[in-house]
């Protein structure tokens, strides 16, 4: 398991276990894990986005640390939020970030997940020219994220 696996574990976990609320000290979970400080924040602006429902605000300083809130809201109040936040852009790894974090936390079924992820991989826009597939991919994530949303 790659070190970045192991802090989001790490901090998801944090997260359960705190009622979906977890203050961090990022240098005491760089040494606990065995990783540098940098490698937390790596994880942090990677994985507890605010378009993956998450709320991260830090302090600097001696005292300084990183309060990373779950954001608990409807599924229909996600969704919108996730379509809002696409943008007109959208990368397939962004994509497939999006549609696991909507599986774990059960905004989509099993189904939708793998479905979405066919749609938005690389291998569907093999045959579209390269600028032009970032764009069209968030077409269709926005598109299909609507049709989720109003069944």
Not at 136 to 150: D, E, F, G, P, Y
């Amino acid at each position: 398991m790659r070190i970045s696996d192991l802090v989001a574990q790490y901090i998801t976990q944090l997260l359960d276990e705190q009622d979906g609320a977890a203050e961090i000290k990022r240098n005491e979970v760089a040494q606990r894990l065995g990783c540098v400080p940098s490698q937390i924040n790596y994880v942090i602006t990677s994985r507890f986005t605010p378009e993956q429902g998450y709320i991260v605000e830090s302090r600097r300083g001696g005292g300084g640390y990183i309060r990373i809130t779950r954001i608990d809201a409807t599924r229909q109040t996600m969704l919108m939020h996730i379509i809002n936040s696409i943008g007109k852009s959208l990368d397939c790894s962004t994509a497939e970030v999006m549609t696991a974090n909507m599986l774990a936390r059960g905004i989509i079924g099993q189904n939708d997940a793998r479905l979405m992820l066919a749609a938005l991989g690389e291998r569907a826009y093999a045959d579209v020219p390269q600028q032009y597939r970032d764009r069209l991919r968030a077409a269709v994530m926005k598109q299909m994220l609507l049709t989720v949303l109003h069944r």
